[in-house]
């Protein structure tokens, strides 16, 4: 793996990652790793964590920064290959896409009628810090309108758009997601990477700012999603969205 520019099987691609990123996404690897082997089935525990552990060692052993996170990329899809083979994937769902949003910075997101989506993210969208945003896993954020919806019917001052999200679908069985589930929307593809952290700057939408209630650690299954983009397109409101074990 040393040196390689572009990986088609992990989707890795050398020339998207700055040290920054490369950094901050190391530190969460061990996290990445037992992410993506969440709830696997009893006979997959003891096999995925023996990669796990020899993923960590690889990362460690790579005396370059983007091999490393090569490195963890390829760990990460194996962990998701392991799981369709013995067919412990996320079953197939269909859904829509509700809303599409971007913003100049910050939140809320506004809706917009589509765009484009590239492997840097959504066309027209910005991040207003780079500190905690803006990585390739994090190209596209995705959020449930059933989340939402029970949200705005506990009290909450919430909307599509509201926590940040760029693509709002409905018709998923939100609870079920996990690192390395596939989605297809309209003709991009995207690959599940981690849940997205809440951020105080999403406070308003909550009674109380009680943003720990789209925290996946204490509510799992109202968590956003970040997704890494598999094959760019565009996407519209009304697009059909399918979840494959594929």
């Known amino acids: 793996m040393i040196g390689v520019e572009h990986c088609d099987r992990c989707g890795f691609d050398r020339s998207q990652w700055n040290e920054q990123d490369a950094q901050r996404t190391l530190s969460h690897a061990a996290d990445f790793l037992a992410g993506w082997s969440v709830d696997a089935r009893p006979k ?6 023996a990669r796990r552990i020899d993923d960590l ?26 799981r369709r083979a013995a067919d412990d994937a996320v079953p197939t769902q269909h859904g829509l896409v509700d809303q599409v949003n971007t913003s100049s910075g910050g939140v809320p997101k ?23 945003h803006g990585r390739p896993w994090q190209a596209v954020c995705l959020w449930s309108r059933e989340v939402i919806d029970e949200l705005a019917a506990a009290g909450h001052p919430i909307a599509p758009g509201n926590a940040g999200e760029n693509i709002t679908v409905s018709g998923l069985d939100w609870s079920a997601l996990r690192g390395g589930t596939i989605i297809d929307i ?12 809440p951020c105080k700057k999403n406070a308003p939408w909550f009674i109380d700012g ?37």
Do not use: C, F
């Open 110 to 132: 506004t809706p917009v009628a589509g765009a484009a989506v590239g492997v840097r993210g959504v066309d027209g969208d910005v991040q207003a810090t780079r500190v905690h």
């Open 57 to 82: 060692k690889a990362i460690e052993a790579s005396a370059d920064l983007y091999d490393r996170v090569h490195h963890l990329w390829h760990g990460l899809v194996s962990i998701a290959d392991v």
């Open 210 to 246: 009680d943003i720990s209630l789209m925290d996946h650690d204490l509510h799992p299954g109202s968590s956003r999603w970040y997704a890494s983009v598999l094959r760019s397109g565009s996407v519209t409101a009304g697009d059909a969205v399918s979840v494959s074990p594929n």
């Open 44 to 49: 997959l525990i003891d096999k995925l964590e």
């Open 186 to 197: 309209g003709d991009v593809r995207l690959q599940l990477s981690a849940p997205a952290v």
